[in-house]
């Protein structure tokens, strides 16, 4: 699947859609506990660091799924 017909798709998915409201559900919980494990006392510096990108890296997904979907659902109109 190209690029293009990624972000037709994901225009598709409003925000009532199940599918949308499912993916985002998934990847905000999974930023939520990579948070939550970097800011443990007990979490060593690298596994800290680690733990901390794979955070950024989820939120920047669901930044970018987002704004795939709003981009395309406003060029349709």
Do not use: P
Request: glycine content about 6%; some cysteine.
């Amino acid at each position: 699947m190209d690029e293009l017909s990624v972000r037709r798709a994901l225009a598709n998915l409003t925000d009532d859609s199940e599918v949308w409201q499912a993916l985002d559900h998934v990847i905000e919980d999974g930023r939520i506990n990579a948070t939550q494990v970097a800011i443990d006392v007990d979490v060593t510096g690298e596994g800290r660091v680690w733990q901390c990108g794979y955070a950024a890296a989820l939120t920047d997904l669901q930044r970018t799924l987002n704004r795939y979907r709003h981009e395309n659902a406003n060029a349709k109109n």
